[in-house]
C-alpha cells in the first residue's frame, strides 16, 4: 500500500494517464481542489489525458505522506500533502490529499476514493490567531 502514492508520481512524470488511473479501482472516486468530482477510472484517466495535454503539460507531482492508518486487513486511510510543479519542488505543497486505499481480489492496493483541498495558509494563521483552539494538536 505504501508503493501506490510513489507509482502516481512515476506515472504523473510519464504522463502516463492510463498507468496512471490503474492505480485506482473501477469505481473510484475523485475529487479535485477546484470540487470537480470524477467517477470511475475511465473517468480518471480520460480526465487525466487532457490535463497531460493541456494545463498540467509538463509537470510534475510532488507527494508526501503525513499518515497511513490501516483499517482492517484490506484498507487504509492515508494522508499527505502534495502539489503540481514546474521546476523546483516546492519545499511545503499546497494541496492537502486523502486516499482510501483497498486490497483487490488481484492482490493489488488500489486507490478507491481520493480528495484534494487546496491549502490556504493565510486563513489558517489568521484562525490560529484569533481562535488557538483551532490549532491541530501536531502543529502546536
Known amino acids: 500500500?505504501?508503493?501506490?502514492?510513489?507509482?502516481?508520481?512515476?506515472?504523473?512524470?510519464?504522463?502516463?494517464?492510463?498507468?496512471?488511473?490503474?492505480?485506482?479501482?473501477e469505481d473510484a472516486s475523485y475529487t479535485t481542489y477546484v470540487g470537480t468530482l470524477?467517477?470511475?477510472?475511465?473517468?480518471?484517466?480520460?480526465?487525466h489525458r487532457t490535463l497531460f495535454a493541456g494545463f498540467l503539460k509538463g509537470t510534475r507531482l510532488a507527494d508526501e505522506m503525513l499518515d497511513i492508518r490501516f483499517h482492517g486487513a484490506g484498507t487504509a486511510?492515508?494522508?499527505?500533502r502534495g502539489d503540481t510543479y514546474k521546476g523546483e519542488r516546492p519545499r511545503k505543497p499546497g494541496k492537502v490529499?486523502?486516499?482510501?486505499?483497498?486490497?483487490?481480489?488481484?492482490?493489488?492496493?488500489?486507490?478507491?476514493?481520493?480528495?484534494?483541498?487546496?491549502?490556504?495558509?493565510?486563513?489558517?494563521?489568521?484562525?490560529?490567531?484569533?481562535?488557538?483552539?483551532?490549532?491541530?494538536?501536531a502543529e502546536r
Open 1 to 25: 500500500m505504501r508503493k501506490v502514492p510513489a507509482r502516481l508520481v512515476a506515472a504523473w512524470e510519464r504522463h502516463d494517464a492510463e498507468a496512471y488511473g490503474a492505480l485506482f479501482t
Open 38 to 47: 470524477y467517477r470511475g477510472r475511465r473517468d480518471i484517466v480520460e480526465s
Open 77 to 80: 486511510v492515508a494522508t499527505g
Open 97 to 137: 490529499q486523502t486516499y482510501t486505499v483497498v486490497l483487490e481480489a488481484d492482490g493489488q492496493w488500489r486507490i478507491a476514493a481520493f480528495h484534494n483541498t487546496r491549502r490556504k495558509p493565510l486563513m489558517e494563521a489568521v484562525s490560529y490567531r484569533l481562535a488557538p483552539g483551532l490549532v491541530p494538536a
